[in-house]
């Protein structure tokens, strides 16, 4: 397999694939002015083109399909999350993803591991966002363990607050088995915190959001998040969960080096606009500019873009290059994740990556195709 186009930062480059690796990259004067870029990174999708992670349905057969959407948005690798339910639901989204990565290889290639989202997060209005109240609990060990081993030891992100009894002993435990834990939906003072990152939490989940409406201006939970270099942060770019202004001041923040773009996709994104009713987990209205509400009110209930849009609003909102905004959704989560070998189009890297057609003056792309170790999963 041979493509050529123009990188992230407009230089011609050319590469070949042989055994699913890139063999050879290098500057070409050839190339049809096309984007050639790495595939993208989703670190937390809990589901797309109304397939969710989380199903009462065990058969792995949507989340196959739900793939095949993904990957039509220029993401090549991606995260499944399961939210925030009772100790079996949860239990049965982590048992559905496994299955479909035994029966799937190319499924089983673009998931390099879980993301566990609660439970043990804040049960305060506003920090708990749309996790219902009534599955809220504290850290516990026997628990987590038993969904590590339902998961064949791929939970590779827990996302949770630190504000529990004992919180820094449990975040200790499950840093040392080397999870990725993440503070988010959270109200913890700044010494707990403090604590956490001490104890090995090194990621912020959709900072910003999962918060009170109205906060105290100085000390809170998200300044000292922003502050906090031992921490990354995840952000989703998407026009809803953060004004431009605040992404803006809050990567500038963060720095390009600890930021990561995520859609936060629930099974609603990449559907139609309407009204979609409780499954299972909760009743939503889905508005034409891909903002998710929960049904009759104004909150937000996860994301309804893709990742790649929020590649297009970092170069909108942040004034960012789109080589900064592509190294955020892609470099980025690859690093922070431990995936060497994805992110960048180098000799020796994994072959994921797109084709796009990319609008400067609109800040548009266009997914043309998308490859996987090698293998083209999505051609416009």
């Known amino acids: 397999m041979h493509r050529s186009g123009r990188d992230v930062t407009g230089s011609p480059v050319s590469i070949r694939v042989g055994d699913g690796v890139i063999t050879e990259c290098s500057a070409t004067g050839v190339t049809d002015g096309r984007l050639l870029a790495p595939a993208l990174v989703d670190i937390q999708l809990n589901g797309y083109a109304g397939v969710g992670v989380k199903s009462d349905d065990p058969n792995p057969e949507d989340l196959l399909r739900m793939a095949r959407a993904v990957w039509a948005t220029g993401v090549g690798s991606f995260v499944p999350t399961v ?3 009772s100790c079996e639901r949860i239990d049965g989204g982590i048992r559905r993803v496994r299955s479909a990565c035994a029966q799937d290889s190319l499924f089983a290639s673009s998931v390099p591991g879980i993301h566990v989202e609660g439970p043990y997060i804040s049960r305060d209005d506003g920090p708990r ?11 516990d060990w026997n628990e987590f363990s038993g969904w590590q081993d339902a998961a064949d030891g791929t939970i590779r992100i827990l996302t949770l607050s630190p504000e529990w009894d004992g919180c820094a002993s449990f975040i200790e435990c499950v840093a040392d088995t080397g999870v990725v834990v993440a503070i988010g939906h959270t109200q913890a003072t700044p010494e707990q915190i403090d604590d956490a990152v001490c104890a090995g939490a090194t990621l912020s989940t959709h900072l910003g959001n999962g918060a009170h409406a109205i906060l105290a201006r100085h000390p ?27 992404f803006k001041a809050m990567l500038r923040a963060k720095t390009l080096e600890r930021a990561v773009l995520t859609s936060d996709a629930v099974k609603f994104a990449g559907m139609p606009a309407g009204a979609y009713g409780d499954d299972g987990d909760f009743a939503v209205d889905l508005l034409e500019n891909g903002r998710v509400q929960l049904a009759g009110t104004p909150y937000l209930a996860g994301a309804g873009l893709p990742l790649v849009r929020g590649v297009e609003n970092a ?26 070998d994805r992110g960048a189009l180098i000799a020796g890297a994994r072959a994921d990556f797109v084709v796009c057609d990319w609008d400067a003056d609109a800040c548009e792309l ?3 195709e998308t490859v996987v170790a090698g293998e083209v999963v999505y051609a416009a």
């Open 83 to 85: 939210t925030t339910d």
């Open 129 to 139: 966002g749309a996790h219902p109240l009534e599955h809220v609990r504290a850290p």
């Open 220 to 246: 809170n939970y998200i300044w000292h998040q922003l502050a906090e270099d031992g921490l990354w942060a995840s952000f989703i770019a998407d026009g809803h969960h953060l004004p431009a202004a605040t």
């Open 315 to 340: 170069v909108r909102f942040a004034g960012v290059p789109l080589a900064a905004a592509w190294r955020l959704a892609a470099h980025n989560p690859a690093r922070l994740l431990g995936l060497e």
């Open 366 to 368: 266009y997914v043309r």
